[in-house]
């Protein structure tokens, strides 16, 4: 998506090694299978910029600022399997804009404690797929909460479909689209 929005170059930072291509012997079925997955946002990356967009084992530090006090870039350092830095692999990089994402497992652990929802073997939220109702009367879910991680763009467009049953439900008519 930044690409097509006329971005000059992508990076996409991972504090994790890269994963291997098949399941390690810890990471048996019926377990998530933790592996090396190329979507086609890297793809399309990979072929815009002529290689994979992102660099594995390698933790932000901090903000660089110019005089004014905008962002100019980011240092980071590169860190070992233990997530520890590497002494000597600071690197300054240039940067108009950054995006930070802290990753997502699932939902807060506190949220399903107060209201009890039914959540599914990922401890996600169950939902109904149609007006997204969990099984607490008047909660809803959508997007990451109920999917798991997914794309922003799918997150944005469940998140207005459920606006639109939410207000159903609450009015009893909706003008949403």
């Not at 600022?65 to 399997?81: C, H, M, S, Y």
Request: charge should be negative; hydrophobic fraction near 35%.
């Amino acid at each position: 998506t930044s690409l097509r929005h006329g971005c000059e170059s992508l990076v996409n930072f991972e504090l994790l090694p890269k994963p291997p291509e098949s399941r390690a012997p810890n990471n048996p079925w019926p377990l998530w299978p933790r592996i090396y997955r190329v979507d086609y946002g890297h793809a399309e990356a990979a072929h815009v910029q002529g290689e994979d967009p992102r660099v594995y084992q390698i933790m932000s530090k901090e903000f660089v600022r110019d005089e004014a006090g905008n962002l100019k870039g980011i240092i980071t350092v590169n860190v070992d399997d233990q997530l520890k830095e590497i002494p000597g692999t600071e690197k300054t990089w240039e940067a108009d804009l950054i995006f930070l994402s802290m990753g997502f497992l699932q939902p807060e652990h506190y949220i399903n404690e107060a209201l009890g929802m039914e959540t599914d073997q990922r401890g996600n939220f169950v939902a109904n797929k149609q007006d997204f109702r969990t099984s607490v009367p008047k909660v809803y879910a959508a997007a990451d909460c109920r999917r798991g991680q997914d794309l922003v763009v799918r997150a944005i467009n469940e998140g207005r479909e459920a606006a639109r049953e939410i207000d159903r439900d609450l009015m009893g008519e909706t003008q949403l689209p």
